[in-house]
């Protein structure tokens, strides 16, 4: 059953066409394992690992989307766009996105405290495309389809500093459509991180030095269409991308 709800949902984004919601019940390890052999398809096509990323860290991804949970899923190389740089709306379902937080590892985690292990931060946008008709899912259903990971874009990075409260602005097109602040991911994006430390170990997700991960949203998402789409992120910098629709 893993397998065909993985090659179902592998399908679903490789044909960019939407499938019907899955049947999981509440079994958030049997979500996970089918998001794992989802990713073991991406990785046997040629893909490589490079991190991961929380999902529902703020109050407002929560409300919008209806879930209660942290969630953690997991970015390929393939997911990534240069910064500046326009990706084609082609590749994706019904996409949105929001401004986020990165974080860079500098060594594996291990028994080792993460907040020691960060070397740099960056801000950052991702863009999530559920694969479900819709965009509706239960719990069990969008940890099964990789948090809705589908692409994700990083600024500059720097040396790591405190992130605690620094507003946050999503642009589109140069007007402000959404703003919040660092604050909404869990009160601080470490605690996202610290979090991340217990659903990684829970679930058998690498934290491995190198890795890039997302420590959530800071605000609600918006669609994503062709415009050009900044993070701004006081003291950090942006984040930009481009959709294009070829």
């Known amino acids: 059953m893993s397998a065909s709800n993985s090659e179902s949902l592998d399908a679903a984004q490789r044909g960019v066409t939407a499938i019907a919601q899955l049947d999981l ?36 991804k929560m409300e919008q989307m209806g879930v209660s949970e942290i969630i953690v899923g997991q970015l390929t190389d393939a997911m990534q766009v240069d910064d500046a740089a326009s990706v084609e709306l082609s590749r994706f379902i019904h996409p949105r996105i929001e401004p986020e937080i990165a974080f860079r590892l500098g060594r594996d985690v291990g028994g080792n405290d993460i907040a020691d292990c960060v070397d740099a931060v960056a801000p950052a946008l991702e863009i999530i495309d559920s694969r479900y008709r819709d965009f509706r899912f239960s719990l069990p259903d969008v940890i099964a389809d990789n948090t809705s990971a589908a692409a994700f874009v990083i600024g500059e990075w720097q040396p790591l500093r405190d992130v605690a409260d620094l507003p946050v602005r999503m642009l589109v097109d140069g007007t402000e459509v959404e703003a919040g602040s660092t ?7 470490m605690y996202a991180l610290e979090q991340l430390v217990e659903l990684a170990a829970k679930y058998d997700v690498a934290l491995r030095g190198g890795d890039i991960i997302l420590a959530g949203a800071a605000t609600a998402a918006v669609p994503f269409g062709e415009h050009r789409v900044v993070a701004d992120v006081r003291g950090l910098g942006t984040a930009s991308v481009r959709g294009v629709d070829l």
């Not at 998001?35 to 703020?58: M, N, P, W, Y």
């Not at 604050?183 to 994006?189: E, F």
Request: with cysteine; aromatic share 4%.
């Open 25 to 60: 019940g509440a079994d958030l390890a049997a979500a996970y394992r089918i998001q794992h052999d989802l990713i073991a398809h991406r990785i046997a096509r040629g893909e490589r690992l490079v991190g991961c990323k929380l999902g529902f860290t703020s109050k407002a």
């Open 183 to 189: 604050a909404a991911i869990l009160g601080h994006p």
